[in-house]
């Protein structure tokens, strides 16, 4: 059974920083493509980045990009990402998903969300 467990979140001042972390279990991590989405309620789930398996190659979206940092350590089975410069209208809850056989690519953003396995999220709040 694949779990995937977020931690990091918490409440963090305008234009500062945190790093959530995901560790997963029950897959073969090593060769997943791994992401993170975020989620406002009433809202859709939006992409915010992917990494591949080595984590040689990363795409982010538009919004997070220069700021936002995705990293992994296959050999602990832990996914990061690393916010910088983060603005109210960041906060969410932030999720990690695993996206199987999926290539990692700028498609995440429109992808089923059946098609990934998911974390239960962290929340992250940024006050003003």
């Known amino acids: 059974q694949v779990q995937l467990r977020e931690s990091g979140g918490g409440i963090v001042q305008a234009g500062g920083s945190l790093r959530l972390s995901c560790i997963a279990s029950g897959l073969p991590f090593e060769s997943h493509r791994m992401g993170w989405f975020r989620q406002v309620p009433g809202q859709t789930r939006e992409w915010v980045g992917c990494?591949?398996?080595?984590?040689?190659?990363?795409y982010y979206a538009d919004s997070v990009e220069d700021r936002f940092t995705i990293s992994r350590n296959n050999a602990n089975n832990t996914l990061f990402l690393q916010m910088n410069k983060l603005q109210p209208e960041e906060t969410a809850m932030y999720y990690c998903?695993?996206?199987?056989?999926?290539?990692?690519?700028?498609?995440?953003?429109?992808?089923?969300?059946?098609?990934?396995?998911w974390g239960q999220g962290t929340q992250v709040t940024v006050s003003s």
């Open positions: 998903a695993s996206g199987r056989e999926l290539v990692c690519s700028p498609g995440w953003a429109r992808r089923a969300p059946i098609l990934f396995d």
């Open positions: 990494i591949d398996r080595s984590g040689g190659m990363r």
